[in-house]
Nanobody, 123 residues
Framework: QVQLVESGGGLVQAGGSMRVSCAAS????????MGWFRQAPGKEREFVAA????????NYADAVKGRFTISRDTAKNTVYLQMNTLKPEDTAVYYC????????????????WGQGTQVTVSS
């Protein structure tokens, strides 16, 4: 059974940096795409970034391109989201997700989800 556990959220000032992590377990993830999504209060869950477990190819939402970096450590079975130059509008619950197959920007394509971690950016 696939388990995804996020950690590393918290409070940061605008312009600061934060890294959130996603520990994945329950199977080998070769052939999987790993994604980060976020959901702000009153808004729909939106795509942030995705990475192929094998090969590490990535893609990003326009809103975070150049500021956020997704990566994975296959030895630790962990996916990271490094967030720099944070803005108040980045405040949201950040979710890790996994799907068998190619990267997707649609939340409906991901079968496995973590419980989320809160990131709050103060102005």
């Amino acid at each position: 059974q696939v388990q995804l556990v996020e950690s590393g959220g918290g409070l940061v000032q605008a312009g600061g940096s934060m890294r959130v992590s996603c520990a994945a377990s329950g199977r080998t993830f070769s052939g999987y795409a790993m994604g980060w999504f976020r959901q702000a209060p009153g808004k729909e869950r939106e795509f942030v970034a995705a990475i192929m477990w094998s090969g590490g190819v990535t893609n990003y939402a326009d809103a975070v391109k150049g500021r956020f970096t997704i990566s994975r450590d296959t030895a630790k079975n962990t996916v990271y989201l490094q967030m720099n130059t944070l803005k108040p509008e980045d405040t949201a619950v950040y979710y890790c997700a996994a799907r068998l197959g190619t990267r997707s920007t649609s939340r409906y394509d991901y079968a496995y989800w973590g419980q989320g971690t809160q990131v709050t950016v103060s102005s």
